[in-house]
């Protein structure tokens, strides 16, 4: 499997509904690194600290 975003063997796979997506380690890295800095990861962190006090 190839990577969606280029043309390099995929390390990663992910699959959903039956439709399945492959990164290479680069592009995983840098949607990991999105998702890091994304808002809505940062709603499920304080929903996490509300629900803990």
Known sequence: MDCHYCDREAAYAAGHDGVR???C???FR???EELAESEELQAVRERIDVDRT
């Open 21 to 23: 997506v492959g990164l």
């Open 25 to 27: 380690e680069r592009h």
């Open 30 to 32: 840098e949607r990991i």
